[in-house]
């Protein structure tokens, strides 16, 4: 073969068919190969690819705290999504949370949520408590006799009328509550009506409440750094039987009821100055004018707390007379009812 013979043939590639030979081009038949390998390729089983599940998930949030999740502008459930994988939608109007995604985006996000309502729980505020009125009209009396003694007026600069109990509102706090939604409430006055009837009962064996309310004292135990006045309850009825009936109670109630860590105290509040509207009603200067006064000091007075050391001297032995107790409320927080008084959402009859 002839050298320009070879180079014509570097090239090409000989083929024969039906006796005859023919010269195609090399590239034309790898392109070939590879076109049908690939075919093949195509053809051939496909791989399995495995991916997790996508599943919806409705969590139960109170709508209380949707705002919460949401934050200002949508920036908190922005990041809520991003840091755990999944989509997260709320619907207006109802007590939970869609939740979409792999297993653990969801429950990502599902511990994510949690850990915000719980803390934001425990912030909340208490909204409701269970209290025994003790208004009578010889209270009411009484206990106008006295604040007109230690108010403030035009001429005598004493106590800010605000930091005082009303006689509407004069009760025995039981316990408090943290009920966040309509549907909390609503089991709450159930339970009260339809369980506590038979704990007082059992209790009471058929015995009236009765109560003396006599003797000033602080709840703190510097006179002169009060933030509570109160005036002492002394049980009147026959077997004694006011504080069983009040523990009893709370016991029942402990599903709903706040565990506080201070002990129970069974007490009439007549004075508390977080109750205070007017700022700055109180100065010591003024104060000192009167001997019937609440002296405060200016370095206590935004702390809230009162010098009560001559009111104690003076009425210490203030006597409000008898109240027969027989009524349980569970009242809202806040003096939202008529004239400043405490709204009862529910109650039962002690007798």
């Known amino acids: 073969m002839t050298t320009s013979m070879a180079k014509s043939m570097a090239n090409v590639t000989l083929v024969q068919l039906n006796q005859r030979h023919y010269r195609i081009p090399t590239a034309s038949l790898s392109y070939q190969q590879e076109a049908r390998e690939a075919q093949e390729e195509t053809n051939a089983e496909p791989s399995t690819l495995y991916t997790e599940a996508i599943i919806i998930h409705r969590h139960p949030v109170n709508r209380n705290y949707h705002g919460m999740i949401v934050g200002k502008k949508g920036s908190t459930i922005k990041r809520l999504k991003i840091e755990t994988g999944a989509r997260i939608d709320i619907t207006k109007g109802k007590d939970t949370i869609m939740i979409k995604g792999t297993q653990d985006n969801v429950d990502k996000a599902i511990q994510a949520i949690d850990a915000m309502v719980e803390e934001a729980y425990h912030q909340a505020k208490p909204t409701h408590f269970l209290s025994l009125s003790v208004a009578s009209p010889l209270t009411a009396r009484k206990l106008e006799e006295f604040h007109s003694s230690i108010v403030s007026t035009a001429q005598n600069r004493g106590i800010d009328p605000s930091l005082l109990v009303s006689s509407a509102n004069l009760h025995?706090?039981?316990?408090?509550?943290?009920?966040?939604?309509?549907?909390?409430?609503?089991?709450?006055?159930?339970?009260?009506?339809?369980?506590?009837?038979?704990?007082?009962?059992?209790?009471?064996?058929?015995?009236?409440?009765?109560?003396?309310?006599?003797?000033?004292?602080?709840?703190?135990?510097?006179?002169?750094?009060?933030?509570?006045?109160?005036?002492?309850?002394?049980?009147?009825?026959?077997?004694?039987?006011?504080?069983?009936?009040?523990?009893?109670?709370?016991?029942?109630?402990?599903?709903?009821?706040?565990?506080?860590?201070?002990?129970?105290?069974?007490?009439?509040?007549?004075?508390?100055?977080?109750?205070?509207?007017?700022?700055?009603?109180?100065?010591?200067?003024?104060?000192?004018?009167?001997?019937?006064?609440?002296?405060?000091?200016?370095?206590?007075?935004?702390?809230?707390?009162?010098?009560?050391?001559?009111?104690?001297?003076?009425?210490?032995?203030?006597?409000?007379?008898?109240?027969?107790?027989?009524?349980l409320h569970l009242m809202r927080m806040g003096r939202t009812g008529p004239g400043d008084t405490y709204e009862s959402i529910g109650s039962i009859m002690l007798c």
């Open 172 to 327: 025995i706090t039981l316990g408090v509550f943290k009920l966040m939604s309509q549907s909390d409430i609503e089991q709450a006055v159930k339970y009260l009506k339809d369980e506590i009837p038979a704990v007082v009962a059992r209790v009471l064996q058929g015995d009236h409440l009765s109560v003396h309310l006599q003797g000033l004292r602080t709840m703190q135990p510097d006179p002169s750094k009060a933030q509570v006045v109160y005036i002492e309850v002394k049980d009147n009825s026959k077997h004694q039987t006011l504080e069983a009936m009040c523990m009893a109670i709370r016991e029942a109630m402990q599903p709903f009821t706040i565990n506080d860590k201070k002990p129970f105290k069974i007490h009439t509040t007549l004075i508390n100055t977080r109750y205070q509207k007017t700022q700055g009603s109180l100065e010591a200067s003024d104060a000192l004018e009167t001997p019937d006064a609440l002296e405060v000091s200016d370095a206590l007075q935004n702390r809230g707390t009162l010098d009560v050391r001559s009111l104690l001297q003076r009425h210490g032995a203030l006597d409000l007379g008898s109240v027969v107790l027989n009524k």
